[in-house]
């Protein structure tokens, strides 16, 4: 939410705390109105504060926009800095572990971040700012500890980001060997002469890597 401010685009000034922003559809106004005032209990029941409820489209549509330009935003905390955005997920009861444990390893390592994420899915997206060369290092091993977080609670290892080529290296570690042979078979059986995507997503396997 810093970051939001600190970008200067968005049409109010935001509390600088973690925020939660909820989307509610229904087919009536009441019932969109239902929805707010159960997850506002909820919200007030858990500590939460500062429920607000947009009240026309053009509300709506700004909230979205704040969310949307958490990119943008978050490079605006830390000029000439350059973003790794990356990402994992884990069942949703976990997430708060993940998120504190991860917030922790970045501050204890100096590494200028944003996080928001998809959090009724256990997802969670962070930006990772770097300036140079030894702060790309720092990042990389930065994500690298995030994967194996989100592995040790059950997780994997992309929730969006890295599919093609950068998480491919966790594959195994996450799914088992023969289950990622057993993927490659199938792509093989449809694709024998490897034209879509090649060298992507599948890791080679240990084997082949030892000879």
């Avoid at 290892?157 to 998480?167: D, I, L, R, S």
Wanted: hydrophobic fraction near 35%.
């Amino acid at each position: 939410m810093r970051a939001t401010n600190v970008h200067g685009l968005s049409a109010r000034k935001w509390p600088e705390k973690d925020s939660l922003f909820f989307k509610f559809q229904g087919p009536t106004a009441r019932s969109l109105q239902e929805s707010a005032d159960i997850v506002k209990k909820i919200a007030t029941k858990h500590g939460g504060t500062g429920f607000e409820l947009a009240r026309n489209e053009k509300e709506a549509a700004d909230l979205w926009t704040d969310r949307k330009n958490g990119f943008y935003s978050s490079l605006a905390i830390l000029p000439g800095a350059r973003g790794w955005s990356t990402d994992v997920c884990v069942p949703p009861s976990r997430l708060p572990d993940l998120v504190y444990a991860t917030k922790a390893d970045l501050t204890e390592h100096g590494i200028v971040n944003t996080i928001v994420g998809h959090v009724g899915d256990g997802n969670f997206h962070s930006l990772l700012l770097f300036r140079n060369d030894e702060e790309l290092v720092k990042a990389r091993a930065a994500v690298k500890r995030m994967v194996k977080r989100a592995l040790e609670l059950e997780g994997t290892c992309t929730g969006e980001h890295g599919v093609g080529m950068g998480k491919r290296e966790y594959l195994i570690e996450e799914l088992g060997e023969g289950t990622v042979e057993l993927m490659k078979t199938v792509k093989k059986a449809i694709d024998p002469h490897n034209l879509f995507n090649p060298g992507k997503l599948y890791p080679d396997s240990p084997k082949a890597s030892k000879d």
